[in-house]
């Protein structure tokens, strides 16, 4: 079984890659936030037939729907309208190398706002990290 979790993260992977190549395009010619509404829109109808199909579960009340509207409004919509746009400014081979920055930060944002324990492992992770971006970066 966990074989075919290591195959999941390896599809999501290239799926994202993938993504990144063929959104290029419509982001520059429709605008990251027309892309972002297109998309996003497109998301709620798979989204909301998901939940049609596998019926809704009713131990959710207004207000955790409602956190989640709003968290989905603000955290994807305008992360999302913000990956495009720079996708579409900068191209997909260098936005590619920005997102690689999201585990180191995520790991600083992680000790300094919720007072996480970093491991030296996690340490050297970023280490690594960092130098393959600067060696990118400055080759």
Not at 1 to 26: E, R
Not at 40 to 64: H, K, N, R, Y
Not at 79 to 98: E, F, I, K, M
Request: with cysteine; net charge negative.
């Amino acid at each position: 079984m966990t074989s075919f979790w290591i195959f999941a993260a390896i599809g999501t992977a290239t799926c994202f890659a993938i993504s990144s190549l063929l959104a290029y395009d419509a982001a520059r010619s429709l605008g990251a936030i027309v892309f972002s509404f297109v998309r996003m829109s497109i998301v709620a109808v798979g989204f909301a037939l998901l939940v049609l199909i596998s019926d809704f579960d009713p131990s959710l009340d207004f207000l955790d729907v409602s956190l989640l509207v709003v968290s989905g409004i603000v955290g994807v919509l305008l992360s999302d309208t913000l990956r495009y746009s720079s996708l579409a400014r900068v191209g997909p081979s260098l936005q590619s190398l920005l997102n690689t920055t999201t585990a180191p930060f995520a790991l600083a944002l992680g000790f300094l706002v919720l007072g996480q324990v970093v491991s030296g492992l996690s340490l050297i992770g970023v280490g690594i990290v960092f130098g393959g971006l600067v060696l990118v970066f400055f080759a």
